[in-house]
């Protein structure tokens, strides 16, 4: 089991749930995930016919890479050494925490820049090293936005989909200091030329640029990050140090393998065919580079990964992180990323939260889905996400984790779908009784212990006799 | 029971899964499966030791109880040539999902396999199996069809039903915006998450609504249950069919959720 001091689920799923859907302001901005990505996802899918080829393809790769996991990470490293740079491998959160902040020391850092990193937000890098007195810049603009509120991302990619301009501009006006309180920020360019200028001052100021990575390169010992508003370059080449963090999954043998997964990436994740900024760091600056850091250094993650090699769950660590899973997500899109309680909400969340923290820290996160199988159906590495949600309810089950009253009930119809003779005489008994009760009405409006049921929604009334009652009864019509 | 339009001999022999919902909540479904496979050759019998396709378990985690359902399921329908269901979701249970959970036990898993290959959803098995090409039915209304999750993702059905719905006298289908989208029935999930599954079918009814249709027909009794409790809360007038009953010419049983006589 992974580390789970920090950033593990801690609010209740049912009470966020219920808070994010009569949050008016949420549903309003959840309302831009169905308006934007879905549409534009489709649209790039259908402009490459071999879209589906392609997924056989990176699934493959990721199985082949996966499968031989710790020959890739050792030739992985090897590169890294020969291009000049060091890799340090974290077994849980708390070793990456500590490692980065001792590189931070080392280098004497007291401003440290951040490109977009969730395996950073995994492990509560931002708090550890302000703790340590070091001050942390955010540079991507979403997670700028986090900082400066206090808040946390709500998608993997878009982590301020839960908000609106008006609630960002009045965050703006709050937090940068020394600028004309009656400023323009009506417009997204407005909020974008402001956050641009301060951030640049600390992209000029920082010792140290830390970065998360989409792709590890086992051939070049390159890392990858795909970014569109040009913030990873500044954080990987300004600062003196280079940082990057990374969980050991993200390994792809060859830079074709890469390309591969980053034609998939884009798409599934924006729609686009390919990220504004696609940029490949493979050590530290060379004599003779214009520019780069001085030193490079990887962080490799595991915090529960490793456990999952070989498991049921062996599967989910091919993910690429492109959020088509949440988009596509009905329940996603009903309570948005929040309710989760995790650093990974939607369906790749349901499936790795609870590998990472525990199914009784998150079983919550499983147990909320309808299976409609959307996110199995965009996913572009296959991964059948909807069968491994059924799997961690499994362990669920098994620890006896669900409330008794739903056990109950479960037990109950499973112990007379077992007994046919036993299930027909009972429902015959009830059904037409039940049909009876309801009059011509033709529904209840409340019924003893469905209050789950009829809370919300009427219970059409049965018919009467059942079906197989009136069919032995020889009526072959009604 | 009489069976005026039963096949011949050599007509493929198949079994009705009533499935539970159907069984329980509306026969008359059951009846209008009975004879649209009736009425297109098919010589059909009705097992009397079927109960459930045990997916509440499965989808519980139940895994113990799924496998035992599982197995009795295919100890009852192996024997015949076809399994057909009034019902996308435990088609799709059968066909898709047996196979793995009765993969421990070699044996079984190739008689499970066996019984996946030929178990159909209703509307696919008559257009796909039995070539139904019209139907003799009216229903003048303006419907829209609800696809369920499973009868498109887990069994790729959307033409069967549309297909065949195109031969009811009077009928005129309305597509709704996000027809892929899910309702928010799933099972026990409409219990265990009320609000969450509430919020979704309010989602799918306005889009129903918005597609002008005064009646939402499906093949899946679970998600028209659902639809058809809030759409009755909401004082909505549209009204919820199961295909069968409209493909069938049997509605004069009232839609679902609907009082016994007009009031």
């Known amino acids: 089991m992974a580390d789970a001091s920090k950033a593990a689920p801690t609010l209740s799923f ?34 490459l016919p071999e879209f589906a080829q392609l997924r056989d393809e990176a699934k493959a790769i990721k199985d082949h890479t996966l499968a031989h996991l710790d020959l890739y990470l050792d030739a992985y490293e090897r590169k890294v050494i020969e291009s000049g740079g060091k890799v340090h491998y974290a077994p849980t959160a708390t070793d990456a925490r500590d490692i980065v902040l001792r590189l931070c020391r080392d ?25 340590a007195g070091i001050e942390v810049a955010e540079t991507d603009l979403g997670e700028h936005i986090l900082q400066i509120r206090g808040d946390r991302p709500s998608h993997i990619i878009a982590p301020v989909i839960h908000l609106n301009k008006e609630t960002i501009a009045a965050d703006f006006t709050r937090a940068h200091k020394g600028l004309p309180p009656d400023r323009p920020l009506g417009t997204v360019p407005d909020l974008v030329a402001e956050a641009r200028a301060v951030l640049r001052e600390k992209f000029l100021g920082a010792d140290v640029g830390i970065t998360g990575a989409n792709l590890l390169i086992a051939e070049t010992g390159s890392s990858v990050i795909v970014t569109n508003e040009g913030n990873g370059d500044l954080t ?28 998939l990436l884009a798409r599934s994740a924006t729609g686009q065919e390919i990220t504004t900024y696609t940029t490949f760091a493979t050590g530290p600056a060379r004599v003779g580079d214009p520019d780069g850091p001085r030193a490079y250094h990887v962080v490799l993650l595991d915090n529960g990964r490793s456990a999952m090699l070989g498991s049921e769950f062996h599967d989910m660590l091919r ?20 309710a989760y309680g995790s650093v990974y909400p939607g369906p790749m969340g349901a499936v790795l939260t609870p590998a990472l923290y525990g199914i009784d820290q998150a079983r919550d996160l499983p147990n909320a889905s309808s299976f409609c199988g959307r996110c199995e159906e ?5 991964i059948p996400l909807p069968a491994l949600m059924r799997k961690w309810r499994e362990r669920d089950f098994d620890r006896g984790n669900p409330p008794f009253q739903q056990r109950l009930a479960l037990k109950g119809w499973a112990f007379l779908a077992k007994r046919p003779r036993l299930y027909h005489a009972l429902s015959g008994l009830v059904m037409p009784a039940l049909a009876r009760l309801a009059g011509g009405d033709g529904r209840f409006r409340h019924f003893p212990l469905a209050g789950a049921w009829t809370g919300t929604r009427d219970l059409p009334a049965p018919e009467g006799e059942t079906f197989q009652a009136r069919y032995r009864k020889g009526h072959a019509k009604p | 029971m009489t069976e005026k339009r039963a096949g011949t001999p050599t007509s493929p022999h198949v079994a009705l899964f009533v499935t539970c919902l159907v069984n329980l909540f509306r026969p008359s479904v059951g009846f209008a499966a009975l004879k649209l496979l009736q009425d297109a050759g098919a010589r059909v019998e009705v097992p009397l030791e079927q109960t459930c396709c045990g997916q509440p378990a499965y989808n519980s985690g139940d895994r113990t109880d799924a496998i035992a359902i599982a197995r009795q399921v295919v100890e009852t329908f192996e024997r015949f040539d076809y399994v057909v269901a009034p019902s996308g979701s435990c088609a799709g249970m059968i066909k898709r999902h ?17 019984l996946a290959a030929k178990t159909y959803e209703l509307t696919s098995f008559l257009v796909e199996v039995l070539g139904v090409i019209g139907v003799d039915a009216q229903f003048p209304a303006t419907v829209t069809y609800h696809d369920s999750c499973s009868s498109l993702r887990e069994l790729n059905i959307s033409d069967a039903p549309r297909r065949l719905l195109a031969g009811v006298d009077g009928l005129t289908l309305k597509e709704m915006d996000e027809r892929e989208v899910c309702c928010g029935f799933g099972g026990a999930f409409a219990v265990k998450y009320p609000e969450i599954s509430t919020t979704m079918a309010e989602a799918k009814i306005r889009n129903i609504a918005a597609s002008g249709a005064t009646c939402v027909l499906a093949a899946d009794l679970g998600c028209l249950l659902h639809l058809a409790g809030r759409l009755s809360r909401d004082g909505s007038p549209i009204t919820c069919r199961h295909v069968a009953e409209v493909l069938a010419g049997m509605t004069e049983t009232p839609a679902l959720g609907q009082p016994q006589k007009p009031e």
């Open chain 1, 378 to 382: 965009v996913c572009p590495m296959a």
């Open chain 2, 98 to 114: 047996y196979p793995e959970l009765l993969s421990d036990d070699p044996a079984l898993a190739s008689r499970a396999k066996a």
């Open chain 1, 319 to 338: 993910c690429i992180r492109c959020g088509a899973c949440l988009n596509h997500c009905p329940i996603y899109g009903a309570i948005g990323g929040h």
């Open chain 1, 236 to 263: 990987e080449t300004l600062p003196v140090t280079h940082i990057v963090l990374a969980s050991i999954e993200k390994l792809v043998p060859t830079l074709e393998d890469a390309a591969t997964v980053l034609r």
């Open chain 1, 107 to 131: 280098a004497g850092a007291r401003l440290v820049t951040k490109g977009k990193s969730m395996v950073s937000e995994e492990i509560g890098l931002d708090d550890h090293l302000e703790a």
């Open chain 1, 14 to 47: 049912r009470e966020s749930a219920a808070e994010a859907l009569a949050d008016q302001d949420l549903q309003r901005a959840l309302l831009n995930v169905k308006r934007g990505f879905i549409a534009k996802r489709a649209k790039a899918r259908d402009k």
